[in-house]
């Protein structure tokens, strides 16, 4: 059983930056494949990035290609999602993902474990 705790979330000026980490414990970190998704108020939760057990393998949705960048560090059990140039249609609670499978998911269903979410508000 793998506990997720997601933290960095917070209020930002468009144009902006935050940092989410998520701290995993209770598995073998590095042999988890790790997403994050988000959820604004009345959408469906979405995909925003995955990574491979390595790191070497990235996956981004279109919408935060160029903006948003996905690391882990497998000695530290902990997965990053940097946020750079923030627009106010990020605005959602963002929630980290992991699997234990080599593919990275870009699908909520494709995943077994979840945190319980930060919030990010993106101000204009």
């Known amino acids: 059983q793998v506990q997720l705790v997601e933290s960095g979330g917070g209020l930002v000026q468009a144009g902006g930056s935050l940092r989410l980490s998520c701290a995993a414990s209770?598995?073998?970190?590095?042999?988890?494949?790790m997403g994050w998704f988000r959820q604004a108020p009345g959408k469906e939760r979405e995909f925003v990035a995955g990574?491979?057990?390595?790191?070497?393998?990235?996956y981004y949705a279109d919408s935060v290609k160029g903006r948003f960048t996905i690391s882990r560090d497998n000695a530290k059990d902990t997965v990053y999602l940097q946020m750079n140039s923030l627009k106010p249609e990020d605005t959602a609670v963002y929630f980290c993902?992991?699997?234990?499978?080599?593919?990275?998911?870009?699908?909520?269903?494709?995943?077994?474990?979840w945190g319980q979410g930060t919030q990010v508000t993106v101000s204009s």
């Open positions: 209770g598995g073998t970190f590095s042999r988890y494949a």
């Open positions: 993902a992991a699997d234990r499978s080599r593919v990275v998911g870009s699908t909520p269903t494709a995943y077994e474990y």
């Open positions: 990574i491979g057990w390595s790191g070497s393998n990235k």
